[in-house]
T-cell receptor, first 113, second 109 residues
């Protein structure tokens, strides 16, 4: 099993540019989560999907953030336009059925200058 | 929402020492996981332990759900154990994990 795969590993961009982060969950997992990690706020949940449907996006900080899951094997998190305060590590995670553990990808380190 | 508190926030050990990390949570949970974030930033799943006791090598964990706490034991610590240990809980059975602020462990040779 390849685990949760995220790309890119690192992203450096200028303020105002669009950023797209990608995630491939573990095959067979039906729930997918996007988290953000910063020194100030720790690990916080942004949005999660169940069977490709967004269930809870209350953690998405602003309208500049959007997430999609067009199929069971792919999700994107988009920031448009990006700002320096969006700099963080963004993690994607997936899990199978209820009462099973959450598995995390290696994260994308985003730097917005 | 549910609150998750971890203690201590920081811990320095000499190699070979044992330690206990604690996680308190404010509501009943369906899921509790312990993670190790290594120096490369990877979140490694250590235990899925909503209740009971589990062991994996030098690490073990116990969750007493009725008293709303979990403990992570590290025995015979090694320098590779250094990093941040997170406790995370799900009180809604949705998979939504709420993370504590972590315990930063440094094991000195």
């Amino acid at each position: 099993d390849a685990g949760v795969i995220q790309s890119p590993r690192h992203e450096v961009t200028e303020m105002g540019q669009e950023v797209t982060l990608r995630c491939k969950p573990i095959s067979g997992h039906n729930s997918l989560f996007w988290y953000r990690q910063t020194m100030m706020r720790g690990l916080e949940l942004l949005i999660y999907f169940n069977n490709n449907v967004p269930i809870d996006d209350s953690g998405m900080p602003e309208d500049r953030f959007s997430a999609k899951m067009p199929n069971a094997s792919f999700s994107t998190l988009k920031i448009q336009p990006s700002e320096p305060r969006d700099s963080a590590v963004y993690f994607c995670a997936s899990r199978g059925q209820n009462n099973s553990p959450l598995h995390f990808g290696n994260g994308t380190r985003l730097t917005v200058t | 929402g549910i609150q998750v508190e971890q203690s201590p926030p920081d811990l320095i050990l000499q190699e070979g020492a044992n330690s206990t990390l604690r996680c308190n949570f404010s509501d009943s949970v369906n899921n509790l996981q312990w993670f190790h974030q290594n120096p490369w930033g990877q979140l490694i799943n250590l235990f899925y332990i909503p209740s009971g006791t589990k062991q994996n090598g030098r690490l073990s964990a116990t969750t007493v759900a009725t008293e709303r706490y979990s403990l992570l034991y590290i025995s015979s610590s090694q320098t590779t154990d250094s990093g941040v240990y997170f406790c995370a809980v799900d009180s809604s059975n949705t998979g939504k994990l709420i993370f504590g602020q972590g315990t930063t462990l440094q094991v000195k040779p």
